[in-house]
């Protein structure tokens, strides 16, 4: 089980040689693995798409968007995003307000896992454009990538729920649509309720509470945790110092992890031919673990303690941390209620990975 973002790529740039080096060699010897990243805002074949042509570069254009076989490093199937378990809330809320990633493609994603209404800050600034007069749209977005205030309804329909998608772009528009709709009456935008509760007026679901990611630059960057952070401290401001109650899915909690060991069994079977045909993959329950236990030892490999290791251990997960992220040499001496891997700290994820093989003698 591989996290993304520190551990194979930082931002856009792969970490090389190791992060080829060890799927392609995985691959080759009919390893199952799987992604499992706190990261997101796209749709999952479009993520696909580019990490495939960022560590196999010589994957052609050709094969950009089918799911081929031998040619491709990773299968769509094999990537697990911090919002991709959310396609189990379509039938439970049709009307969600999206926030955080890219627009449009934050909004492609809810729609392709069945939304059928997905609400953007970009539609709320387009048909209010005073609800925060500082924000950062471009007239391009504005025209191109929002909805008009007759197709978005912001003013005469309520959303049903908050769903935060990935990292805001502009966090002050995120943070005060997000309160907004948060102390609203019951989820119609440019009203107050009238009191103040811990339970928000419509629910929200964040993705991941990753304070901090790493990007590549020296020192680890805010993530979704920090707005998540923010979020929370102004509900309190305005609900009479009552704590925001919210769900949060994506690593280190076990409901990612469950899900992730369904996806691992699927990648398995069909590694060995004996998924069913044609199937376009499985949407997991959240917080169900399989009950067929396929595999006798699974590795998280992370960069995160916090995120990777702590939810790989809780688990019941083998864990290798690496060197090439989050994680730096001082930080267990810094802070001794980290998560440590089982396995170790490796300067990169060929070592982790070569350790791990080693330890169970596989070549
Ligand atoms: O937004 C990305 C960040 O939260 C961490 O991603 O791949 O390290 O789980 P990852
Ligand atoms: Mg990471």
């Known amino acids: 089980m591989f996290d993304i973002d520190g551990v194979l790529m930082q931002t856009k740039n792969p970490i090389l040689p190791h992060a080829p080096m060890v799927l392609s060699h995985l691959k080759d010897h009919n390893i199952p693995f799987v992604l499992l990243t706190n990261g997101g805002g796209q749709t999952e074949q479009a993520r696909v798409d580019f990490?495939?042509?960022?560590?196999?570069?010589?994957?052609?254009?050709?094969?950009?968007g089918v799911d081929s076989d031998s040619t491709k490093l990773l299968h769509t199937s094999q990537l697990i995003q911090s919002h991709t378990p959310m396609k189990n809330l379509v039938d439970k809320y049709k009307r969600v307000l999206v926030i955080g990633g890219l627009d449009p493609q934050a909004r492609d994603?809810?729609?392709?896992?069945?939304?059928?209404?997905?609400?953007?800050?970009?539609?709320?600034?387009?048909?209010?454009?005073n609800v925060w007069p500082y924000t950062r749209y471009t007239q391009h977005e504005l025209t191109h990538h929002s909805l008009s205030a007759t197709e978005s309804k912001i003013e005469t329909e309520p959303i049903d729920a908050v769903l935060v998608f990935n990292d805001p772009r502009d966090m002050g528009t995120d943070l005060q649509v997000t309160i907004d709709a948060l102390c609203s009456d019951k989820g119609l935008f440019g009203t107050r309720r009238n009191s103040g509760a811990s339970s928000p007026s419509v629910p929200i679901i964040w993705?991941?509470?990753d304070l901090l990611w790493s990007t590549g630059y020296p020192i680890p960057r805010f993530g979704q945790g920090a707005f998540r952070i923010s979020t929370r401290e102004l509900y309190k401001r305005l609900n009479d110092g009552k704590e925001l109650e919210d769900t949060v899915l994506g690593k280190p909690w076990p409901v990612s992890y469950a899900f992730a060991e369904w996806v691992l069994g699927e990648e398995w079977r069909r590694i060995n031919g004996s998924a069913q045909k044609g199937s376009k993959g499985i949407v997991p329950g959240l917080g169900v673990r399989p009950k067929e236990q396929l595999f006798k030892k699974v590795y998280m490999v992370g960069d995160n303690p916090e995120s990777?290791?702590?939810?790989?251990?809780?688990?019941g997960w083998e864990t290798i941390l690496v060197r090439t992220g989050v994680y730096k040499d001082g930080d267990f001496e810094r802070n001794p209620k980290l998560a440590r891997p089982t396995l170790g700290v490796f300067d990169n994820v060929w070592e982790g990975v070569s350790a791990a093989l080693k330890a169970n003698n596989i070549e």
């Open 51 to 64: 990490l495939n042509s960022a560590l196999s570069p010589s994957v052609s254009e050709a094969d950009v």
């Open 308 to 315: 990777d290791i702590l939810g790989g251990n809780d688990y």
């Open 207 to 209: 993705s991941n509470m």
């Open 109 to 129: 994603v809810a729609l392709s896992y069945g939304f059928k209404e997905v609400i953007r800050p970009i539609d709320i600034v387009r048909a209010t454009p």
